[in-house]
């Protein structure tokens, strides 16, 4: 159980479109999801935090404008990287909490973003 | 500030026993947690502490102590697939993780 799923696994983009990476509950009812994004032989980041039908709450630094998260179900939330850029090259991560009384983090595969 | 600090590296010898320390300084406790993340995976799942004490599950075992925002990750037997970054992360008075920054752990035959 507590199955998390991201598609897609791994893309490339040009400078200047945008991307979207959708995350998935696949046996249980997220009413939390987060999204990390991590840079080669770094730790990872929290970008932001995500409930159920309301706005994503971001990690200061984060550009909301760029970083697009909707919660609109129990069991999706979607990342869109706006106006990607070279820099925006990461391993992008999402995880998803069960209910309020459980604290362990059910993580995506992950998806490679590379922006050429 | 909220601080978690673990070693950047550790080297140990297949079928060796290695510790991975943990000391945190964060704004209030809920747990922590120890994951396993290799390279170009996402982290899975290794242990939860929120009580003080040992915990073991199989080859291995996670320590906390509290009192001195402490815990260890124990690895026994080595094995060369052990081979990975391991995470510790606490979580805080708001039920956030906060990570510390990974160690990676070379196992050599």
Known sequence: GAVVSQHPSWVI???????????????????????YRQFPKQSLMLMATSNEGSKATYEQGVEKDKFLINHASLTLSTLTV???????????????????????QYFGPGTRLTVT | ??????????????????????TYQTSGFNGLFWYQQHAGEAPTF??????????????FSS???????????????????????YLC???????????GAGTKLIIKP
């Open chain 1, 13 to 35: 983009c040009k400078s200047g479109t945008s991307v979207k990476i959708e995350c998935r509950s696949l046996d249980f009812q997220a009413t939390t999801m987060f999204w």
């Open chain 1, 82 to 104: 706006t106006s990607a850029h070279p820099e925006d090259s990461s391993f992008y991560i999402c995880s998803a909490r069960e209910g309020q009384g459980y604290y362990e």
């Open chain 2, 1 to 22: 500030g909220q601080n978690i600090d673990q070693p950047t590296e550790m080297t140990a010898t297949e079928g060796a026993i290695v510790q991975i320390n943990c």
């Open chain 2, 46 to 59: 290794l242990s939860y502490n929120v009580l003080d004490g040992l915990e073991e599950k199989g080859r």
């Open chain 2, 63 to 85: 320590f906390l102590s509290r009192s001195k925002g402490y815990s260890y990750l124990l690895l026994k037997e080595l094995q060369m697939k052990d081979s990975a970054s």
């Open chain 2, 89 to 99: 992360a606490v979580v805080d008075s708001n039920y956030q993780l906060i990570w």
